[in-house]
């Protein structure tokens, strides 16, 4: 059978973990180019010869996603193998549809092919979009495990920006550990939540190696904790699976991809947001879950809010700040600031658009969605410098920082600011001490 030439549509994530678990060393298939989206200045490098294996001295181009048609001919491609999360149906069989009007085969691999097993006890956390819950979810079953005497290691999905080989296996024990690996705030936001509790937390590149280095960690370790990234399914094969939803997006839940797919393999799924969302909505979500998944244990939950200086937002005109990614292709049009902005009785909201600068401005050309707040955009030094203009640029009386980092660490702010956090909180039964009882007592 002659070898296969395959390109992996991708945002440097599940596209590299598909190429290193399935195609890496396998003579069956040749991958000929990486495309990239979502992520800004990722084309036009290489997926280096020192992650790519024996097969490709050279290593692999990677090209930005609207070159895909042209590149299908020119590099005579049989298949294109769709490798990113987060997207709607109609945009994964738009892909698609030029994909096979370009000549070539359309794929998504499955957990089969991909999924790497552990010599420890694995707990999945997905969730069925980008800013549903995930992390807060996974911090919640964090703490019960410590709780109970058992050594956690949580494994992030993937997010790497920079020096590919140096990101091949990534440990964070201390927040001098993100500044070390030169850490974007979007990776930050992820990592730190897990350090300031004490946690370890790998990522990288390479997430065999990744795992593996896990398991032997110098600390300890009784638990890997997957806590996956955008509505992405587990890289590793899970004991137990629990998957986030969110009532503010009902029916996300059966319309993006992979999200379904979470939600179909979850054993546990976690309504997050009760407190905010509307009734009529919650029922939505609470029967889809039936219709697809009737097996899986339900755990309603609130996430609730901390602010930290309620007078900086009482009355005042206020620029609310958010995750960025939640915003942007998670396509939220409020987050934890603006629930506390309202809560707490700010006079106005500001519109941050006017006064946006350089890469923020682009932002919201390409999401013009977003509406009046602001992402937390930090890709690299240019997004980081251009938010701190906005900042400053804003007419606002005060600043609500709601992401999951001190931003105030990364960025200079120059008006009065108080941040907001946000956790987990279960309502009613079962809750996460529940479902968590029998998989604690069968490890111990």
Known sequence: MAQRNIIIIGAAGRDFHNFNTFYRDNPAYKVVAFTAAQIPDIAG????????????????????????????????????????????????????????????????????????KSTKPVIAVGAIRTGCGKSQTSRRIAEILIANGLKVVAIRHPMPYGDLVAQKVQRFATIDDLAKHLCTIEEMEEYEPHIVRGNVIYAGVDYEAILRAAENDPSGCDVILWDGGNNDFPFYNPDLMVTVVDPHRPGHELSYYPGEVTLRIADVVVINKIDSADFDNIQTVRNNIQRVNPRAVVIDAASTLDVDNPEIIRGKRVLVIEDGPTLTHGEMKIGAGIVAAKRFGAAEIIDPRPYAVGKLAETFRIYPNIGTLLPAMGYGDEQINDLTATIENTDCDSVVIATPIDLGRIVKINKPNTRVGYSLQEIGRPDMNDVLAEFIKKIK
Do not use: H, W
């Open 45 to 116: 490098r290489k997926y280096p010869a020192a992650l790519a294996g024996n097969l490709y001295p050279d290593g692999i181009p990677i090209y930005a996603q609207d070159e895909l048609e042209r590149l299908i001919k020119e590099l005579d491609a049989d298949e294109c193998v769709f490798s990113y999360s987060d997207v709607s149906y109609t945009t994964v069989m738009g892909v698609g549809a030029k994909v096979n009007a370009a000549g070539a085969d359309f794929t998504l691999l499955g957990y089969k092919n991909t999924m790497v």
